[in-house]
């Protein structure tokens, strides 16, 4: 298992925001984030696609900018469409990159076959598996991202139910076993290139594992797979957070500290919960969670490594970076 020392992280996907919403430029942002105490950032897959020249360059100047801030990537996430084969996801429009585990093994055996190919970050020889996998090869290159720019984690998340198939039902039962082999393979693979694997509990209700029940199904059937507990996410199904903690404390690998508001605090996007509800984001530590009991018993309980803060849906990104920073910091170090 990949161990970090603790750290605090935001998303780059906030720093963005920040710039646009503040009307500075994203390097800018990236020194004040640095600023704040954060030394990490979560980085989302799709700013890491480079196909062609123009595309790489981009991808080259993005990686420049958040190291010359005196910022690491501590995880790579990336949304993906492993829950319906070929035979029973015809008529659906898949959300990311799907999974056929035939196609994935031949590849990896090809891979195998070929001379320093995991650290060829968009080189043709990768292109070309491109085609020939009909996505699958996302699996590899996920994991030789990570490889290449010397990120330690990754967090898959493995897709959404199309058809809101109910839990327990066999429709139901054949998407989450596509996920769970599809995860399983990528952990297999990972795990090759000293490569951490988590999920999280994701806050949609078409995701099998957006409540610890979910989540569980998936750690039960992969060793290998670790938790990137995020605190807000199960108050959006419903769920006492620290029920589910004591349920997944013994895999949590990386932690999302994230807090929610009842009401909206900045002009903030709302989150319609499965219930009827709507929650707003909130900077850690000035929501309705009790971050600073969770905190607490993480760290009781052994965990010393990443605390992402994250507010998707902010009005003030740069304001919230700033708060969670202050909030966050004295206790994690503590």
Known sequence: ?????????????????????????????????????????ELDAA??????YLERHK?????????DADLKISCIYQTMDFGYRKKRRES????????????ADAARREMHEQENWGNRFGTS?????????QGTSA????????????????????????????????????????????????????????????????????????????????????????????????????????????????RIRHVHLKDRSETSMNGDQGLHCPDGRVIYSAPAGFGVLHLDEIVSRLQADGYNGIYATEHFGSGKQLEDMEFSAKWAAPRIFR
Do not use: W
Not at 47 to 52: E, Q, S, T, V
């Open 1 to 41: 298992m990949i161990r970090m020392e603790a750290g605090l992280s935001t998303f780059y996907e906030h720093v963005v925001e920040a710039a646009a919403q503040s009307e500075l430029p994203v390097s800018e942002v990236l020194r004040k984030v640095r600023g704040y105490g954060f030394t990490y950032l």
């Open 47 to 52: 700013r890491l696609r480079a196909n062609n």
């Open 59 to 67: 991808v080259a100047e993005l990686i420049k900018e958040i190291r």
């Open 92 to 103: 659906f429009e898949g959300d990311g990159p799907s999974f056929d585990k035939d196609h």
């Open 125 to 133: 020889h990768l292109a070309s598996l491109n085609e020939k996998l």
């Open 139 to 250: 699996l590899f290159d996920l994991v030789d991202l990570a490889v290449s720019l010397d990120v330690p984690r990754i967090m898959p998340i493995p897709g959404f139910l199309k058809k809101n198939e109910k839990r327990g039902t066999e429709e139901y039962e054949h998407v989450v076993e596509d996920m769970i082999e599809a995860v399983a393979f990528l952990c297999e693979y990972a795990a090759e290139k000293d490569i951490d694997v988590v999920m999280e509990d994701f806050d949609n209700e078409k995701a099998p594992f957006a409540d610890s029940e979910g989540l569980l199904r998936f750690l039960n059937a992969i060793p290998e797979l670790g938790v990137a507990f995020d605190t807000g996410n199960f108050l959006y199904s419903g769920e006492d957070v620290f029920r589910a903690y004591d349920r997944l404390k013994g």
